[in-house]
């Protein structure tokens, strides 16, 4: 079996634990006995590239990331771009043009690791966030543009077709996990996109008469979040609303450094990428002190994308392991990488 | 001095917490011996007269509105009106009417609370959250509404005079505290809304040379909320980031029990209106076991903006000391407004 991968590190600690992520994902494949082999292929999308071409991803590229059969992708921003320019021709315009529908972030509490809530519970739930519409659509614009006369507008695009995939893929997430949907939003102001996923929640509900759905306001789940976080199973949201509950859920799972991301398209139409949720955090780039366990562990969801159910399973045993042992050391990027790779056998 | 006050206990336990609100203030301007009459006048928003009427605010009364000194309210929705028609009609209608650019919620961890924090530190800021646009405008709306071909939008709008008065609001009182201003936006996808603020924010900070300030993403202020939060001074956001945020805020300085704001007309053209930030809460409704402290506070905010530092002070200590010796016995909502006022002497 071969796997055309294409392979993205993007920007500042992208560089540094993308390969990590890779080192590990390798091995575990090489353990497993499997007979797979991983083609990868690199593509250039950082800050460097733009300073001395002008381009992002060109149209040429997305098509032709349409022949592999996933992306592995470090992480986007640099401030030396003006800010958007690289967030909106790199990573949204693959999760736009390949149809990453399902932005899937799952968030646990391992043992050993430290919440910084003081009664963080039992912590086991995903995020199903949509990820092609609401406020990331580009849509809107500035007209008087700075001028006290400025009106600058942002257009949140919510259809039927596009909140449903989405609310679909998570009651089936929720059937197969404890049955429990979270729908979030904020439907007390914003009542044409809130009404609509309303409709959608309970229309797709109805096929799913074992999973019970509640309904919150984005700013109540912030509370429940670290108040009582163990009540979600799954949870699904817009797509800024899913931005901003997954950092919160990484922050409380012991933060950004572990949380994994798959970008999914579900209809199977495009290959779905694989990412941490951190950013490319320019502030400590390049210095090897960038945790790549989010990376390793985007490396086990997209595993499991490819089928390869024992690799993605094998990984998150070995970090899990890494996490229990955890004592406070200081340790390199790749150190954490060497270590979680040789837990492998 | 009189003062002209329009009451407004709203829904659900904005009737058992408005009172007791009342009940304090009235208590500490009796105490402070200033020759202040209150002049009280009820309005009846709640969920009840629009079943009964099919109203919520009306325009007359949005005129009568403006005749007041300030609006103490409680709060607004039920379970058993729509979603959305309370709140648009209600409390949005006010913000909006009234001009209440500034929605002002001080976010600060009182000694003897619990925070669900493990290591809190000293929490002790201002959200300067901008209460008249973005995506609070009700503007957009569905086609093919209820089908699958349904689009629905909603248009978060933005001006250079909406922004730049909260934020101007917000330096002045970076430049009263500790100097420290940080916007939060998400100007890497939201460029059009993001960098109009930007600009602003720029502008804006060069008067006030004293004051230092720095940008947050959105996602990144939520981590920061529970693994840092005494680094903040002030916050200036938008009006749905300060919604979800200020929740968060008041989540780890011990709940939205405890969290007042005020919704100010910084022209000073309109009456400004202060309300706890917890909504009307119908599982709770009713057993006065709501905690009224948020309405007592808000009731200390509305003493300072009319001019009585003095009783606005005494509520803030009375309620701190009631505060510090909170054990976890179980107070009805009456007996914290009876304890908190016989501490004013
Ligand atoms: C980098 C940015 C465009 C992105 C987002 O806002 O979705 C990031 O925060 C994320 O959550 O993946
Ligand atoms: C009740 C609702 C309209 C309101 C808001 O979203 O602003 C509330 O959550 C608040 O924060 O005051």
Redesign the pocket.
Known sequence: MKFSIAVMPGDGIGNEVVPEGLKVLKRAIEVSGEPVELDLTDYDVGASRWHETGETITDDELESLRKHDAIFFG???DPSVPSGVL??GV??KM?FGLSHAV?LRPSKLFSGVTSPLANPGEIDFVVVREGTEGS?TGMGGSVRTDTPYEVATEVSVNTWYGVERAVRDAFERAQARNKKLTYVHKHNVMVHAGHLWRRVVEKVGAEFPEVTFNYEHTDACTIYMVTDPSRYDVIVTD?LFG?IL??LAAAVTGGIGLAA?GNLNVEGTAPSLF?P?H?SAPDIAGQQIADPTASILSGALMASHLGLDVVAKSIETAVEADLADRDGTKRSTAEVGDAIAARLG
Chains 1, 2 share one sequence.
Do not use: F, P, Q, V
């Open positions: 992480a986007c921003g967030e909106r990573i949204l999760r932005n990331y797509n931005d997954t950092d991301s990412e949720i950013g």
